[in-house]
Each structure stands twice: as C-alpha cells, then as structure tokens.
C-alpha cells in the first residue's frame, strides 16, 4: 500500500453520492480536494437506493426548499450530463385510498402550490386510471407531480467523481479514516490507512456512519442508520408508467418511531423490472433478511397494482437511510470543532438533495453567500442549549 502525507484544500470522508457531489462542486470551485473511500464507489448506501429526485413526499420547510434547489441545478447546470446518470423525467403519481386521506393530500398540495411547485389534481379513480391503467380500481384520487424524476445513483456518484478528477480532484479508494486531527481546537486534517492528510477543511460525507466519524473530531451528530427493503420483480411488459406511491409514505417518512413502517412506492424500469417499496425501521445497522418487512412491502404494493399478484419477485435488497432525529440533514460547518464540515444525514431523499447540499456547502466554504440558507442544517443543533 503506497504512503501518502499529503495536503488538500479539501479532505472529504466517503465517496457515496454526497461525497461525489462534494467533490464535484468544490474542484470545480478551483479547490484542491482528495476523497478518501474505505471501499469503493458508491460501496455505502447510494447502491442500495432507489434514485428518486422527488418534490412531491417533502412538507413545506427547508428540506423541501433544498429539493426545489437541487432540481434546478438536475435539470439546470448539471443537465448537459443527464444521459450519464440516466436522468428520467417520469413523474409521481400519490395516490389516496380513502376520500380523508385526499382531504389530508389536498391540504398538502395547496401548500406546494403556494412555493411554486407543478401539481395537477387528479380527482377521482377514472382519473387516476387514466394515467395508471393498472391501478386499484378502488382509489380515491390522488394528486400527479410532473417535476418528480429519477437518476441511477451508482452512475451519478461514478460520473460526478470523473468530472471532480478531470478537474484535480484525487480519489483514494479502499483507504479508511481512521482518526481526524483537531489541533488547538480545529480539524486540520485526517489519518487514513494509507497516511496523513493535512487539510484546510475535512467533510464528512459517510452517510449513516457519520456520526461515527465526527466522533473521531469528539463531536456528537445523531445520525442513526433507518433500514428500507425494495423488492425487484422479473422484467414485465410496461405496467407502472410513473413512481407511484401511497398517500401514507409521506407520513411514514416524517414519521421518528423506531418500529416496522410500509406505505406502497411501486414504479417501472426502463428494463421492465418493477422496483417495490418502502420500508422503514430502526434495527442498527442489521442486514439480516425480514420476511416480515418483505412480505408487508409485497402486500402493499399489490394493494395498490393487484396484477402484481402474478409477477415473479427476482430478488430484494436493502440498505441504511442516514437518518437524523429531527428529519433534517446536516450540512455546513460544526461550530464546536472549526474546520469539521458535514454533508450527511439525508435518510430517504440523498440522491435528489445531494447536488443542492454539496453546491452550497462549497459556498460556505469558500466564504460566499449561499443561495440558501445553510442555518436549519447546522450540524451542531442537537447540542444547542433552549434559553430558559
Ligand atoms: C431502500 C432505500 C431507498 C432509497 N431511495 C431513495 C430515493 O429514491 N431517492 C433518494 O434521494 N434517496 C433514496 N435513499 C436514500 C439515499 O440512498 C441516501 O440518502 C444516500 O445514498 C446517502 O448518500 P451518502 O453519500 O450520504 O452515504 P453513503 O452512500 O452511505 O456513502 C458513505 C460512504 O462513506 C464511506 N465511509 C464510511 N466510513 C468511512 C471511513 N471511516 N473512512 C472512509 N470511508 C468511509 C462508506 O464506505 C460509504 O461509501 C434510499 C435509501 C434506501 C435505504
């Protein structure tokens, strides 16, 4: 193993999807930066996702600001490289199975409405059938959002590291970070397997292992790993055209209860598989088989497209959404350790929020004003005292 002592403007731990999109903005920025993986690309939770860059599932609130700035910068800046990333424009489709739940959606929607965002109502089940013809028969209505679209997260985090390289950038893989250097208070720099690097600032993009690794600056930041099972079907002719989901799925993922949740997220693949979601549980980082969470993923999503029943499923995966207790990633600089900076703690929506988290902590970073404020994600927050 080669010996490095080194310095970068940059040290950034993790190259998963936030790690990349860090890389990205900061060498086009004209940092110097080197990323260092433990494994290998996208070896976190970024291959074990969906690739979702949704609007529709976010409450009004600063996440959902995030992911209205990440889009423009998807289909905006970035969009020259969209075939890269297989970048599709599809669409959600929530749907509601009982006329309060579309009461409940419709509130929803008028919010989203207020900031901006393209929703057009979709009032009954002759309506909802006109845009899924497989869907339950049974349904309520729903609402449709053609902003919603989806990425393949391994090729994003691949593509953004090569054109963070074509610009300086250095990627060290199967090299972990095993200590980070605070000298007179400040992070200046990391330990990793293969030597020293000394750094301006060191970020921490190691998505549900990142409180670990502040704790290695003697920080605490409570991001908790919140496992999901998706099941793959076999290849079938075109049947879910949009991502469709439940009504419930946007409770399910404001919802902190540490106990089995599922709410249905079926969509379609250009390939013909049928990817099937979502599941939520807090189990450590377990990666054992649940034939429970499996099975009520299954049912749920048959619910929603009964001709599911006949469809062979191929295989299942799951993975660790990072998940902070307040729902909201960490992102910027932590007050208590300067010079420490964290890009993590996304749980379900990484992906879509990557590019707008990275863009901005870069112009932290650099000292700039950033097109939004950074402030509700401050790392620090859990340990702020309330004045009395
Ligand atoms: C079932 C499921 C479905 C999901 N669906 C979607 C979706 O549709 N849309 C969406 O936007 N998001 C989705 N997510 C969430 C998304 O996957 C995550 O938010 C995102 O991948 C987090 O990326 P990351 O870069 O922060 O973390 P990771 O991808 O986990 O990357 C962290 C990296 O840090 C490395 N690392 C850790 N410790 C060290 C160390 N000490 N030294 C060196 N390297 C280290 C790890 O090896 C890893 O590669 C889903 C998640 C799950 C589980």
């Given at each position: 193993m080669s010996t490095v002592h080194d310095r970068a403007d940059v040290v950034i731990v993790g190259a998963g999807i936030l790690g990349a999109a860090v890389a990205y903005f900061a060498a086009s920025a004209g940092l110097s930066v080197t990323v260092v993986e433990r494994g290998s690309i996208a070896a976190g939770t970024t291959s074990r996702c969906e690739g979702n860059l949704l609007v529709s599932d976010k409450?009004?609130?600063p996440e959902l600001e995030l992911a209205l700035y990440s889009q423009t910068l998807w289909r905006g800046e970035?969009?020259?490289h969209a075939a890269?990333?297989?970048?599709?424009?599809?669409?959600?489709?929530?749907?509601?199975?009982?006329?309060r739940g579309k009461a409940a959606l419709d509130a929803l929607v008028t919010h989203q409405r207020g900031l901006g965002i393209h929703v057009d109502d979709v009032a009954d089940a002759a309506a909802l059938r006109e845009i899924e013809p497989y869907l339950n028969p049974s349904m309520a209505g729903g609402a449709y959002y053609p902003e919603d679209a989806q990425v393949q997260p391994v090729l994003a985090a691949h593509h953004l590291l090569r054109l963070a390289r074509e610009r300086g950038a250095r990627l060290l893989t199967h090299t972990t970070v095993g200590a980070i250097h605070v000298v007179r208070g400040r992070a200046t720099g990391v330990e990793t397997t293969a030597g020293r690097i000394d750094a301006g600032a060191v970020v921490i993009c190691a998505g549900p292992w990142s409180g670990e690794v502040a704790a290695l600056a003697g920080v605490r930041v409570p991001v908790l790993p919140r496992r999901g099972f998706v099941l793959v079907t076999e290849p079938v002719p075109a049947t879910v055209h949009h991502k469709v989901y439940s009504a419930e799925y946007v409770e399910n993922v404001a919802s902190s209860d540490a106990g089995l949740q599922v709410s249905s997220v079926v969509e379609g693949t250009p390939s013909g598989t049928i990817l099937m979601g979502a599941s939520r549980e807090r189990v450590g980082f377990d990666p054992s088989f649940s034939s429970e969470a499996v099975g009520r993923?299954?049912?749920?999503?048959?619910?929603?497209f009964p001709v599911l029943a006949d469809v062979?499923?191929?295989?299942?995966?799951?993975?660790?959404?990072?998940y902070c207790?307040?729902?909201?990633?960490?992102?910027g600089e932590d007050a208590r350790v300067p010079g420490l900076?964290?890009?993590?703690g996304h749980e379900g929506a990484g992906i879509g929020l990557s590019v707008g988290t990275a863009k901005l902590l870069v112009q932290s970073l650099r000292g700039e004003e950033t097109d939004l404020s950074l402030e509700p994600f401050r790392p620090h927050r859990f340990e702020e005292r309330v004045p009395a």
């Amino acid at each position: 193993m080669s010996t490095v002592h080194d310095r970068a403007d940059v040290v950034i731990v993790g190259a998963g999807i936030l790690g990349a999109a860090v890389a990205y903005f900061a060498a086009s920025a004209g940092l110097s930066v080197t990323v260092v993986e433990r494994g290998s690309i996208a070896a976190g939770t970024t291959s074990r996702c969906e690739g979702n860059l949704l609007v529709s599932d976010k409450e009004v609130g600063p996440e959902l600001e995030l992911a209205l700035y990440s889009q423009t910068l998807w289909r905006g800046e970035l969009a020259e490289h969209a075939a890269d990333w297989e970048f599709e424009a599809k669409g959600g489709l929530v749907v509601s199975s009982s006329s309060r739940g579309k009461a409940a959606l419709d509130a929803l929607v008028t919010h989203q409405r207020g900031l901006g965002i393209h929703v057009d109502d979709v009032a009954d089940a002759a309506a909802l059938r006109e845009i899924e013809p497989y869907l339950n028969p049974s349904m309520a209505g729903g609402a449709y959002y053609p902003e919603d679209a989806q990425v393949q997260p391994v090729l994003a985090a691949h593509h953004l590291l090569r054109l963070a390289r074509e610009r300086g950038a250095r990627l060290l893989t199967h090299t972990t970070v095993g200590a980070i250097h605070v000298v007179r208070g400040r992070a200046t720099g990391v330990e990793t397997t293969a030597g020293r690097i000394d750094a301006g600032a060191v970020v921490i993009c190691a998505g549900p292992w990142s409180g670990e690794v502040a704790a290695l600056a003697g920080v605490r930041v409570p991001v908790l790993p919140r496992r999901g099972f998706v099941l793959v079907t076999e290849p079938v002719p075109a049947t879910v055209h949009h991502k469709v989901y439940s009504a419930e799925y946007v409770e399910n993922v404001a919802s902190s209860d540490a106990g089995l949740q599922v709410s249905s997220v079926v969509e379609g693949t250009p390939s013909g598989t049928i990817l099937m979601g979502a599941s939520r549980e807090r189990v450590g980082f377990d990666p054992s088989f649940s034939s429970e969470a499996v099975g009520r993923v299954a049912r749920a999503g048959i619910e929603l497209f009964p001709v599911l029943a006949d469809v062979q499923i191929m295989r299942t995966y799951s993975g660790f959404r990072p998940y902070c207790p307040d729902h909201l990633p960490v992102v910027g600089e932590d007050a208590r350790v300067p010079g420490l900076w964290l890009a993590a703690g996304h749980e379900g929506a990484g992906i879509g929020l990557s590019v707008g988290t990275a863009k901005l902590l870069v112009q932290s970073l650099r000292g700039e004003e950033t097109d939004l404020s950074l402030e509700p994600f401050r790392p620090h927050r859990f340990e702020e005292r309330v004045p009395a």
